[in-house]
């Protein structure tokens, strides 16, 4: 398990990959009762700020709390296709005597880029382990 | 102009939403991570925004979408959650507030 001490700046995720079923599309639509009919066929983009954090909680798990999240939107996203995430941290501070990353995501199907995420959480488990 | 949308918030959304066995489902895991009770995910907060700016834009959400928002305030089980849309001139001022109208996430999206 990565711990706060050792990440670093520039440090690189991935590659990941996520297969979009049709499970998980009905379990983000039912979760937030989303009624629009384009997100019954491609998925709601908006997911990709979740698998940032996947991305990052594959070397750095336990919960974090978002700050900020940016998306950028490139093509649609069918259910039933995988996506290629990979990621580089590009922030690492305290703020307020908290412990804040930010993890800049590419989302590719193919060669394609589909979707982008910048995430910024804050780690509380750092502060509870000691780590700062 | 301004667009809205109205969603409440169940602990079976928020597990449902993001899984069992964390700080979004179990209230011994949000406590120890210094939290008073589960907090709903902040993406969900932001899925909800996402749904609206499908509803004002279309499609063309998928492809051109941009969005970018800080998260201020948490989200609880029970809560009732509006999410707004304003039209500016370079996009939309987007915000969501519950129902004592306090800010919970505040940000900008536009079509590139």
């Known amino acids: 398990m990565g711990r706060w001490t050792e990440a670093h700046v520039g440090e690189t995720f991935g590659p990941m990959e996520f297969r979009l079923t049709e499970k998980l599309q009905q379990r ?3 979760g937030t009762h989303n009624a629009i009919p384009e997100h019954e066929r491609f998925f709601d983009p908006s997911v990709a700020g979740n698998f940032a954090i996947y991305l990052l909680g594959e070397r750095y798990p336990g919960p974090i709390i978002h700050s900020h999240q940016e998306l950028k939107y490139f093509a649609p996203v069918a259910v039933g296709q995988t996506l290629i995430a990979t990621g580089a ?28 995420a910048k995430m910024t959480c804050i780690w509380p488990e750092v502060h509870l382990r000691g780590e700062v | 102009m301004t667009t809205e949308l109205t969603k409440h918030v169940t602990q079976d959304d928020m597990t449902l939403y993001s899984g069992p066995g964390n700080i979004h489902s179990d209230i011994d895991v949000a406590r120890r991570t210094g939290l008073e009770a589960p907090i709903a995910q902040g993406m969900m907060t932001l899925a909800f925004a996402s749904e609206l700016m499908t509803q004002v834009c279309g499609p063309e959400w998928l492809e051109r979408g941009e969005i970018s928002v800080k998260f201020t305030k948490p989200v609880f089980a029970g809560d009732t959650v509006t999410v707004s849309a304003a039209a500016g001139t370079d996009g939309y001022d987007v915000k969501a507030v519950n129902r004592s109208g306090q800010t919970l996430m505040v940000g900008t999206a536009r079509l590139r």
Request: glycine letters at 4%.
């Open chain 1, 28 to 30: 983000y639509i039912d």
């Open chain 1, 89 to 116: 941290l590009s922030l690492k501070e305290m703020r307020r005597e908290k412990a804040y990353v930010a993890i800049d995501c590419d989302f590719r199907v193919g060669d394609e880029l589909v979707w982008q």
